[in-house]
């Protein structure tokens, strides 16, 4: 691991900030658990306990899904937007998710209701970070849509057919995936955490190989590695 000596170390911390860094980039870039990144980290010289990657990763996740936000982009001005069951201690919760027409996820949500009063909760926060979507929003035919839509995005046209919305539900996957390494997540509040992280900081990574070179693919991983 190259490690920038160049970086000063955190006041209280007992690593070094490259190696922190790397510890939450592994664990929210690929489906590792804190043991995974242990070994990792043990691999190449570092002993650290899982339970001070754990730490690591409630601490710092956040702040670098923070930091990568401004350099994105404008969101194009059509959305997807789909919910998505999650069970937790038994008791089903439902996860919002929003992309845009590039796939950029926009925002999630967990919430323990489906319903209008959700609804209306989910896409008002959006609009309130993003704006009124111009041109359409698209969603499943999922009736508690209708009203907070016809409310707070007037202007937007809304769509509601069978398979329009697959983009949306494609980006549900990487949850999906860790939810199995999870065995579940543990609380709403930690699904949330984790998961507005993850949605973040992988999104730096997909740079869309099938539509740029090689070259230009490995450009873009050092970005984002970089960043």
Known sequence: MNTPY???RLKGFRFGREIIAYAVLAYHRFALSTADVEDLLAERGVIVSREAIRL???????????CVRPD?????????VDEVVITIHGTKHW????????????????QPR????????????????????????????LRSYIKPIRTLAAGAEHRALKGLNNAVEVSHRPTRKRE???????????????LAAHDQINLIFHSRRYKINAAACRHARADAFAL
């Open 180 to 194: 199995k390494i999870f065995r579940q997540f543990k609380s709403p509040r930690q699904a949330q955490r984790f």
């Open 95 to 110: 996860l919002w998710r929003a992309i845009d027409a590039d796939g950029n996820v926009l925002d999630i949500l967990v």
């Open 114 to 141: 489906r319903n209008a009063k959700a609804a209306r909760r989910f896409l008002r926060g959006l609009i309130t970070r993003f704006g009124t979507p111009r041109v359409v929003v698209v969603t499943d035919k």
């Open 72 to 80: 994105r982009p404008a969101p194009r001005d059509k959305w997807h």
């Open 6 to 8: 160049q970086m000063p």
């Open 56 to 66: 690591w990763v409630n601490r710092f996740g956040r702040h670098f899904a923070d």
